[in-house]
């Protein structure tokens, strides 16, 4: 199996470097996951790659638009279906994939991994040892989250499968997943105990828990950092031994106590 990473040209504060979009060819057969925003020099780049192979089909992880948009043209000239989740945000695919799903490439069985956190309907994709995370991980940053307790168990639902590769969304492959995997668990989880903290030391607003909790990110991520925090205080309410305002999940307004119970 051989792996192609095409970088396209949406650099910005949360793309990074770009959308990396793939070119999975086995044998004959090649396909495409993540074509990226539709961008017509990136479209072409993509196409290019992929006239070594037979084209089977163009794989979304999920539906935002630093991922999805070049996915019809790069599908029209290909001659392929797009496939992924249901449809969300202007994206519809051909086939909606469940979690388990495969698209057959060569000797390779693309499989759909549902993982969802980053967003309700995102899934990575399984290819052998190697999996394609999307925007569930990203390469040497950590990623806005909107349900943290679906995102936590992503995260662990691949480190169970012990992927030997993950080639994400955004930023270089990853060759030390484990590592990589268990430090992004403990960052959320350490984010989680900095909320907390602030919280009970009279922050009132999701503002002032990302000024305190986010000082050293430049405020422009602010609003982004924001739609974590939020995502933590829904799971903080949920949590019998957090006591927050009544809405403070959806109004960010919280006033809390954490009691460490037994059991």
Same mark, same amino acid.
């Given at each position: 199996m051989n792996i192609a990473r095409i970088l396209a040209p949406n650099p910005g504060r949360l793309t990074g470097a770009?959308?990396?979009?793939? !070119?999975?060819?086995?044998?004959? *057969?090649c396909a495409v996951i993540d074509p990226g925003p539709a961008v017509a020099g990136h479209i072409d780049a993509v196409v290019t790659a992929c006239t070594a192979g037979h084209p089977v089909g163009v794989l979304v992880t999920h539906a935002h638009p630093d991922h999805f948009p070049a996915a019809p043209a790069v599908a029209s000239r290909l001659g392929v279906p797009v496939a992924g989740p249901g449809a969300a945000d202007g994206f519809k695919p051909d086939r909606v994939l469940a979690d388990g799903e495969t698209v057959e490439c060569g000797s390779v069985a693309i499989t759909a991994v549902a993982t969802p956190g980053h967003c309700a309907d995102h899934f990575c994709y399984r290819a052998g040892e190697h999996i394609f995370t999307g925007d569930l991980i990203l390469g040497g940053t950590s990623v806005v989250v909107e349900?943290?307790?679906?995102?936590?168990?992503s995260l662990r639902r691949l480190e169970r499968l012990d992927p030997a590769r993950l080639w994400p969304g955004h930023g270089d492959r990853i060759d030390d997943p484990q590592g990589v995997i $268990?430090?992004?668990i *403990?960052?959320?989880?350490?984010?989680?105990?900095?909320?907390i903290a602030v919280m009970e030391s009279g922050a009132a607003t999701v503002a002032e828990i990302v000024a305190r909790v986010y000082r050293d990110v430049p405020a422009a991520l602010h609003p982004a950092a924001a739609v974590? !925090? $939020?995502?933590?205080?829904?799971?903080?309410? $949920?949590?019998?031994? !957090? *006591?927050?305002?009544?809405g403070a999940a959806e109004s960010g307004a919280p006033e809390s106590t954490r009691e460490e119970t037994a059991g």
């Open positions: 770009g959308t990396n979009t793939y !070119v999975v060819t086995s044998g004959s *057969e349900d943290v307790t679906a995102y936590l168990a $268990a430090g992004l *403990e960052h959320r989880l350490q984010r989680e105990r900095e909320i974590s !925090v $939020a995502a933590h205080l829904r799971r903080l309410e $949920a949590d019998p031994g !957090v *006591e927050l305002q009544s």
